[in-house]
């Protein structure tokens, strides 16, 4: 099991855990709280830090070797699935055709994706 060791008072799962406690959580739990991901926070001079959405990987660290070694296996980004615009549009007017709407390829990405949404409305689908 997970083992974590709290560094700042926190609430978790309606319990208040205190500074220097020893919280343990199934993996079911901790894969819960990984897939809450992450937020960059900016601060006023540009720096950038890395903050856990989770309150459990926010306020604690891992008390074990085996329990950080799960975190840092989830923590790997995925690859970078990067579509690009003309591919975009290649399936805006592929669905525009599909339902049968006309459209004109003078249009930018975003009057498409307007276009298609106003079109699905239309027709119901």
Request: glycine share 6%; charged share 35%.
């Amino acid at each position: 099991m997970p083992k974590f060791i709290v560094n700042e008072n926190f609430q978790f799962y309606g319990i208040i855990r205190r500074e220097g406690a020893t919280v343990e959580v199934t993996e079911e739990i901790l894969t819960v709280e990984l897939e809450k991901g992450t937020k960059e926070i900016t601060d006023k001079k540009g720096n950038v830090t890395i903050k856990h959405v989770s309150g459990l990987l926010n306020h604690c660290s891992p008390a074990d070797k085996d329990t950080a070694d799960l975190i840092n296996a989830d923590m790997k980004p995925p690859a970078p699935v990067e579509e690009s615009p003309e591919d975009r549009i290649a399936e805006i007017k592929d669905a525009m055709d599909k339902i049968g709407k006309a459209y004109d390829n003078r249009w930018s990405l975003k009057r498409f994706e307007n276009e298609l949404q106003k079109a699905r409305i239309e027709t119901g689908l």
